[in-house]
């Protein structure tokens, strides 16, 4: 293990970097010049850089020795989640501890652990005088929030990048690196229905008066998926059918149902697992994630809320599903009821195998870890990948981390072994894409 | 007014005896002691009754000169709602106050100012040995909570009475006084569904795991009525007709479209407000009046709640409409969803225009307010009523409360003229009683 790494690790840890409620500007500063710094002391230069209200950007540059060498951008995240609840955790959440070779500490894995080795990679080649490619590091304090800053600063960059690191992601297994080439999209509506001033007594004017309740359940069930979990066709529009290649590597992996068995889930139906490479990588889908109405007791409700969250599959335009979305939502309803939405939006992202970067990418994780990474697709969505790709950047989304991380929850850590993964396989790209060609 | 009626109204309303949370057992206990101790001053007899841990019911008696005398059941409850918000108060909820005509206070309407003056009159006829009917006062302390106590003791009771008087309604306006002959029934169901252990990230399981949400959404879907509020053929097993004649005395009420007005109500379609008596008072219903199920983020829900009430037409069934609606709710639950309900059961009570104490009171009431009562139905439920009504037992539902008294709500008053009208109508209605055949 390299000490330089660890303490840096361990330092950036200690800072609590908190975006999601409860946290000092000031910290998430730190946090941020702890990236600059970093840079800096390497060779390279770069500022913190602030979009409107938002939480500083760290935008640095370390410059390879070649001046025509492509430029790689690396992508990561120093805000971490909220640690509470606070007794959960075994040791502090911001005072890292390592056990059993796992170091404990919020951000351990997402994004502080993860992201760090290819940084002191970048450092350590650079400060060494072998920095095969140009280094653009943004590192930015907005994702778990998902906020708004790193995405206007990708619009706003005219420099752009012939490929992108994004270490925010996972292993297929404890042995088995992988690479990410697809994220799906999402349209999330945050849908509220109002239809009387206040409510009223459910025996005296129940089936005379619109309940909120009923207009808000009608309005979601047009988009909720039918008792297989596929989507109606009108959700399904620009759906790109994945290749028989790309189908056939995930018959490789993990069988589905272990997949949800790890997490302890429930199938949808007998079959949902077996489907699962195919539903979650290549499908849209649709959740109900929030419903708030009324009180349990005899009232007609006035006023009604959800969330609702759609899923897009590579392929599918985030701006027109919204259309879609928004047109099955007030589609019936009735004169009285007023509905307003709140909109967030991400576009899914696709790398085909094929492309330069991923190639490259691949063998040099291969070299340095002993294992072909895997091809995998997430469910997930990762906004600043997809503000990447719609630059034309191809990006590579991989890391170490694992499910038993607890990213997000308390005790949440990261293998020292993953760290060590992190530091070869970043070396090891760095090197490998001064083959990249130029954009 | 009669000063010693007032009095003892204002020593009731200084007592809180709130049911709903909050209250102290000692001043439910003072409150039913209330009764029991006017009825002991005015010769009559009597204690608190207690059903297991339920609030005590006053139960006395007031016995005529002659022996022989048909027996009237005086029904009431003296449990008042919690007042807050207290800001939201003019004066204190339990520190009396008249102004403009009004007495202001929590109870002034809801029950205290509507039962006590039929109470006065029999205590006031049993003193001056003018009471020519046998009247069993029976004050209860759940109403508010919808407990057991007085159903129990109902159904235990095995002394019967001739026919029930119960002042906890309205006027129809402020003018003419009605009575009801109709309550609707309940089938109310607090519902649980479980799909998994714990909620799961929307992006990497949903479209392949149960999500409690969407299930309940289903399954909820099932009982709630169509856009015109009608609800399923199944629900209305039994609905009772209306007569044509107690179909023609609605349309000499005020109109639907005013009811609803009057409290600011959104109407379910445009002829809402003119179905608006038949519908309320004849028809079933079905209220979604809870929902609730996630958060406003990326997760698939775990657990969901509702609580959805169906009200039943006079002619239906509480318990068999429970089997429809478990049914409903259970039909095409997925394999691996649990699902909890938890029942609250109302019967509907209806009486006809032409039962001898619904005659006697109608023209009695008319003596005492020099207006004829207009026959309503209530769309609401009053349990109590049922349970007199399923021994055989006619009520007069009746009494002078008016939409404006703001019951449950800050502010409660009851007009003076309310009061003074319900001392001449609760004395005529006992006087008149006398002919009342013996069951």
């Known amino acids: 293990m390299d000490e330089t790494l660890l303490e840096n690790l361990l330092h950036w840890l200690r800072i609590p970097s908190i975006s999601t409620g409860g946290g000092d500007p000031a910290e ?5 010049q702890f990236v600059v710094d970093r840079v800096r002391e390497a060779g390279g230069e770069g500022d913190l850089v602030r979009i409107g209200a938002g939480n500083p950007i760290a935008v640095c540059e370390l410059r390879a020795q070649r001046e025509d060498a492509p430029t790689v951008l690396l992508y990561g995240h120093y805000d971490v989640q909220s640690p509470e609840p606070l007794g959960d955790w075994d040791s502090p959440p911001f005072e890292p501890e390592i056990r059993d070779g796992r170091l404990y500490a919020r951000g351990a894995s997402d994004d ?13 080649l650079a400060r060494a005088g072998e920095l095969p ?3 653009r590091v943004v590192i930015e304090g907005e994702e778990e929030v998902g906020g708004a800053s790193f995405s206007a600063w990708t619009k706003a960059d005219t420099r752009g990048a012939d490929c992108a690191i994004v270490f925010d992601s996972a292993m297929e297994d404890e042995q088995t690196p992988a690479i990410c080439l697809g994220l799906r999209g999402i349209v999330a509506a945050l849908v509220e229905v109002r239809t009387q001033p206040r409510e009223l007594h459910s025996g005296l004017y129940g089936g005379s008066v619109l309940n909120a309740a009923h207009v808000l359940h009608k309005a979601v069930g047009r988009l909720l998926p039918d008792d297989l979990g596929r989507v109606r066709d009108e959700l399904r529009e620009g759906v790109a059918d994945p290749s028989a290649a790309e189908r056939a590597s995930w018959a490789a992996l993990r069988p589905g149902e272990a997949v949800l068995e790890e997490v302890g889930a429930t199938p949808l139906h007998p079959g949902a697992g077996a489907e699962y490479r195919v539903r979650n990588g290549a499908e ?11 009180e349990a007791r005899t009232i007609v409700p006035a006023t009604a809320r959800a969330y609702v969250t759609v899923r897009l599959a590579p392929g599918q335009r985030s701006e027109r599903i919204r259309e879609v979305v928004e047109g099955l939502l007030r589609e019936q309803l009735p004169q009285g009821a007023q509905m307003t939405i709140g909109w967030h939006l991400g576009d899914p992202a696709l790398f085909p195998p094929e492309e330069p970067a991923i190639r490259i990418a ?35 989304v991989s890391g170490f981390a694992l499910a038993q991380d607890r990213i997000h ?10 760290l060590e993964l ?8 760095l090197l490998a ?5 130029r954009g």
């Open 362 to 396: 691949a063998a040099a994780i291969e070299r340095a870890t002993g294992m072909a990474p895997v091809f995998v697709r997430s469910g997930g969505s990762i906004p600043a990948v997809a503000d990447l790709a719609a630059k034309g950047i191809p990006v590579i």
């Open 422 to 429: 992190g530091a070869r396989a970043g070396r090891e790209l």
């Open 433 to 437: 894409l001064a083959d990249l060609p």
């Open 28 to 32: 998430i500063e730190r946090a941020a």
């Open 133 to 135: 490619v140009h280094v």
């Open 112 to 124: 502080k652990g993860n992201v760090i080795p290819v940084l002191h990679a970048a450092c350590e």
């Open 284 to 294: 849209p889908s649709a959740e109900l994630n929030w419903f708030e109405a009324g």
């Open 409 to 418: 929850a308390p005790n949440e850590s990261y293998r020292l072994a993953s």
